[in-house]
């Protein structure tokens, strides 16, 4: 039995870091698990990764952004369409760059999760 746990633990790491996603840290059973922050802690690390985050899971989830695989002028349109057709707070200038930056680099065409 130990066996079959150390594969089936040894086959979800690699998955985790096949995705290029960071593992799940092992909890202890009686600490509170707040979902939210497992997956901001499971999303590739990189500048903007928070306020991407927060800016995209405040509305929808964020497997639909890792997704997506769009170029950064497809993210870049995304987001207008966002604050014009879904209500999308704007965002400021700076941080709109910070997240264009990180989804290009981690949820472009060549790296989208399926």
């Known amino acids: 039995m130990r066996r ?10 690699t998955t985790f870091l096949a995705w290029g996603l960071t593992p799940p840290r092992l909890l202890n059973a009686e600490e509170p698990v707040d979902p939210d922050e497992a997956l ?13 985050f927060y800016a995209c899971h405040g509305c929808h989830s964020f497997r639909l952004v890792s997704q997506q695989g769009l170029s950064r002028k497809n993210w870049d ?13 704007e965002l400021e200038d700076d941080e709109r760059t910070l997240i264009l930056d990180y989804l290009e680099a981690h949820y472009n065409e060549k790296r989208a999760l399926n």
């Open 4 to 13: 079959i746990v150390r594969l089936a633990s040894a086959v979800v790491m």
């Open 40 to 52: 901001l802690a499971s999303l590739p690390e990189g500048p903007g990764k928070e306020e991407t």
């Open 77 to 89: 349109e995304t987001l207008d369409w966002m604050v014009e057709e879904q209500g999308m707070p």
